[in-house]
């Protein structure tokens, strides 16, 4: 027994200095759990916060200019527009400038002080259907409390009637915004864990000595390597895609062509991501746990789970490099509001620029390496 002891013990010792050794296995093991717990800590919040608002103020009186005010000093609110006329106000939304759209009308101050119910029109983009229900309650908490404020310094005031609507997910449904985001994880999942881990356990089964010996080029072997993951990853696609329409009946108003195109350029950034992965990773298992600790953060900063808008402003900057935070506006974009290339054209080239840079340094890498 004492025996046993001792060899567990000293295969426990072994063990231990096998994972002190390596820097790679070192940094998984103590420095990620730190940056993933102030990830956690500070972007993981379910607080809405300085909701990108577009006001329109067709009164332009003191009774409306309180009202705005009190909007933004809520710190719900954060006023991006000021359009001159309402027709503006569906452009913003769809191009995703604002989330909700204020309309205060003609006559506003008039009808307070007739006590004839002053009406203002609440626009919510109903795409983050979580998000659209709390601003709109926040809404209607702000001009309740206005209410009660006019009628107990104005005996002739009336109360403020409030028109909500949500556009483009009129129900305000949760899985209207939760399949197209599946679509997107579901891409990036499978890409990036077949993409590293294929790589490595060539490495791992010494099949890429071999596979070095041959005439393939550095370059025919990358592609060689990533073009099967792309055909799965549309396949993928297609399925949750068709899966999502037939079974919870996910509507798509935009153009359809537009889905495997931008899906396309989706895959230049994830496929680079998987190569890097591939680069650093030694063993299967190192690579498996590097595409985890990249793949939560990656989802935790793409606006999915929780408001970008509610973020602190360094992560918020984060969220520039995440491809799927791009991909995530244009498939909502395409399912739920109908947009088409001419609104969606600036994620898709931030997208292509991404994709271009991180595949571009992952295969120089992936050279040096080979």
């Known amino acids: 027994m004492h025996k046993a002891v001792e060899r567990i013990k000293q295969m426990v010792i072994k063990e231990f200095i096998q994972i002190m050794r390596d820097n790679r296995m070192k940094a998984i ?3 990620i759990p730190v ?16 909701v990108p608002t577009a006001v329109v103020d067709l009164d332009k009186s003191f009774e409306s200019r309180e009202l705005i005010r009190r909007f933004v ?16 106000l569906r452009e913003l939304l769809d191009r995703g400038t604002v989330s909700i759209a204020l ?11 007739r006590h004839v119910p002053a009406t203002i029109q609440v626009i919510a983009d109903g795409t983050d259907s979580n998000s659209a229900i709390v601003a709109l309650d926040y809404t209607n908490g702000i001009v ?15 109360p403020i009637d409030v028109r909500q609507r949500a556009w483009y997910n009129p129900e305000l449904k949760s ?14 999942l499978t890409s990036l864990l077949l993409t590293s881990m294929a790589v490595v356990r060539e490495r791992e089964m010494g099949t890429m000595e071999q596979l070095m010996v041959t005439p393939l080029k550095p ?12 055909i799965i990853a549309f396949v993928d696609m297609l399925f949750v895609t068709v899966f999502g329409v037939l079974v919870f009946n996910i509507p798509i108003n935009g153009p359809l062509w537009l889905l495997p195109l931008s899906t396309a350029i989706y895959l230049l950034s994830v496929l680079g991501f998987g190569l890097f992965v591939s680069t650093i990773s030694k063993t299967q298992q190192q690579s498996l746990m590097s595409t985890f600790l990249f793949f939560m953060p990656a989802v935790l900063l793409s606006g999915l789970m929780f408001p970008i808008e509610s973020m602190p402003v360094i992560f918020q900057y984060l969220t520039y490099v995440n491809p799927l935070r791009y991909f995530l506006i244009i ?12 609104i969606l054209w600036p994620q898709m080239a931030a997208l292509l620029v991404l994709g271009t840079v991180v595949l571009s340094l992952s295969s120089l890498r992936f050279k040096k390496r080979l």
Do not use: C, W
């Open 29 to 31: 093991v103590f420095v």
């Open 35 to 50: 940056l993933q717990t102030l990830a956690f800590g500070y972007a993981v919040t379910t607080d809405v916060n300085n």
């Open 73 to 88: 000093a809520s710190g719900y609110f954060s006023v991006k527009a000021e359009p001159d006329s309402p027709d503006r």
């Open 103 to 113: 309309q205060i009308n003609h006559r506003f101050a008039d009808d307070l002080k």
């Open 144 to 158: 309740s409390r206005y209410n009660r404020e006019l009628l107990g310094t104005l005996a002739a005031a009336g």
């Open 175 to 188: 899985r209207n915004y939760n399949v197209p985001g599946v679509i997107a994880m579901v891409i990036m």
């Open 219 to 230: 370059v025919e072997l990358i592609l060689g390597k990533t073009i099967p993951f792309a």
């Open 331 to 342: 498939i909502r974009g395409i399912f739920l509001k109908g947009n088409g290339f001419s």
